[in-house]
């Protein structure tokens, strides 16, 4: 993303670029006065069930913050979803530093710098106050974001906050065909308040087809705030679905059904085993972590986007331990690749480590990267964590035939290595692998492993044991032979030690072609979430924000593109060119390890 140019004057943060200042002193007070009581905003979003906020011009986090810290006094219980943009985003320390003086005030502070996310180009959403309060981020150029928004999101907009800097230093952002665009989307009785009472600005608007009145400033303030409305007919949306349907109770299925609870939808969740999280998912030490690229392609854009997406929403949770990660060079990852991604994302959420801090961490005489936001993750735990919602009924042990269900009910198909029947005609690349985990006790060592280390599979301490994974069977392993490589993985770091082994967790999991997952609709009312491989824990999450999304016709995480690349159907073209390369349907590996 460009660099925001930004300075200090007198503590106060200052924009090059648009020579003005971010916010007045008083700040959350100015928010209130400009954008939040013009518009009547807390008494009208109590009488909503969803209501929706878009700004343009995020900055600080400031009137976001204010109007959560409002909707926590005023104990409001709507789902609101606010949609920021910006095309220049702060990095979390100047953030930190421009909030500093609100920290007492702002209870959401530092809740929310740790939810921040990386300066990468899409849409990013983070969840706050019970998941009630949803923030969807966009870093873009307003422009193109808005019709990004315009062309995916069906909701529709109750009020807008247009805080970019002033008409005459971002004259972009003030253009009378925007105004335009926002009217459009606008539902009825919807609201714009800005603090630009510039006249071309409330031309502008009223041209746009807004009634447009001048808000007197108070006589301390001496300055005048434009409050705009929608009367008459608005923004239609069409009704969104009140109830939906999940086969399979594994970490795809929990977390669409999670993600479909927490916008409102009532979930139904069928799981075939006596409990939920009992297959794939059940490894109790899986790690979060992912192999990301610096490059300038969608794959990349997703990678990064699904991390970030799944390590803030599930770090909640205590079936996830947020660790760290070392990850030292390897054949995926060379250390060329490691620098681009750290000089990509920044400190907050990589580091390179020279010769001497890896060798501390890891005993490897090599340089390394540190991702501290990295995570262990207890699958079955997991699952269990996020179906415990009030809108979300789980029914375990199910024998009936759920791929024949013909009614409208929107139901997504997380089935691990069953194929979803509404797949089975399509032209899928996909096989099932087998993999292993193993658990080992340590001893001999007055230096333990403290956090996950990647090469060419891993290592994570959980509890008093080192797990150690995770093998790609492709073809048939002899009995044994996943254990002693999973134990070679810890000799490697851990030379002359004691290992005994613990445990043994083997596990079937679906890969594609092109390991991404399959995810998306099918068929009218059916999606599926599947082929997570064995990055579910970073996919899935993000998959079922993808599907929710869908579902609900809001915009979708990342970019409007992403879905496209998952999209279930997207091996047909290519096998117009070239042979399925993988066998036709699905083989197995043996059972024993």
Known sequence: MPDPDIDWIED???????????????????????????????????????????????????????????????????????????????????????????????????????????????????????????????????????????????????????????????????????????????????????FSAAGHVRNSLQAAGFQVQRIEGRASQKRHTTLARVEGHGFQPTSPPTRARVVGGGLAGATVAQSLARKGVSVELHEREASVGASTSAIPAAIQHPRLSAADTLLALFRVHAYAHAQSLLKAYDAVSSIG??????????????????????????????????????????????????????????CDELLKHELIHVSTGHEGDLNALDDEVPTIYATGCDIPGQID????????????????????????????????????????????????????WAKGEATRTNKARIEYLLRGVDLELQAVFRADRVVSSDRLPIV?????????????GSGGTITAPFAAELIASSILKEIPAGSPEIPRLLYPDRFRIRQQRRPNPLTRGFRTGPKTG
């Not at 998306?520 to 997570?532: F, I, N, T």
Request: proline share 6%.
């Open 325 to 382: 990660a070392v990850h030292l060079p390897d054949d995926g990852m060379p250390m060329e690749r490691l620098t681009g991604v750290a000089e990509l994302l920044g400190d907050d959420w990589i580091a390179l480590l020279d010769i001497d801090a890896t060798r501390e961490l890891t005993r490897q005489a090599t340089e390394s990267a540190w991702f501290p936001r990295s995570a262990v993750v207890n699958g079955a735990q997991l």
């Open 12 to 194: 106060r943060l200052h924009s090059n670029r648009f020579h003005d200042i971010y916010f007045a002193q008083d700040g959350p007070a100015e928010t209130r006065r400009v954008f939040i009581e013009p518009a009547n905003l807390i008494e009208r979003i109590r009488n909503e069930s969803v209501f929706s906020i878009m700004e343009f011009g995020f900055g600080t986090g400031l009137n976001f913050l204010t109007l959560a810290q409002l909707l926590s006094d005023h104990r409001v219980t709507t789902r609101v979803r606010y949609i920021s943009v910006d095309k220049f985003p702060l990095n979390t320390a100047d953030i930190a530093r421009a909030l500093t003086p609100f920290r007492t005030e702002l209870r959401l502070v530092d809740g929310f710098l740790n939810k921040i996310p990386p300066r990468i180009p899409g849409w990013h959403r983070r969840y706050f106050s019970n998941n009630r309060l949803e923030l969807i981020l966009c870093y873009n150029d307003v422009v193109p974001a808005l019709d990004e928004f315009l062309a995916c999101d069906d909701v529709g907009i109750d009020a807008w906050f247009l805080d970019g800097f002033a008409p005459n230093r971002n004259p972009e952002m003030w253009r009378p065909e925007l105004f335009e665009k926002l009217h459009t989307i606008t539902k009825r009785g919807g609201t714009v308040t800005t």
């Open 520 to 532: 998306g609709e099918v068929a009218s009312h059916r999606w599926v979430s599947w082929a997570h």
């Open 425 to 476: 005609e399509m032209p899928i690349e996909a096989i099932v692998i087998p993999g292993q985990v193993d658990a080992f006790a340590v001893s001999g060592t007055d230096n333990p492993i403290h956090h996950v280390v990647a090469h060419n599979g891993y290592i994570a301490p959980r509890r008093d044991v080192l797990f150690a994974g995770s093998t790609y069977e492709y073809r048939p």
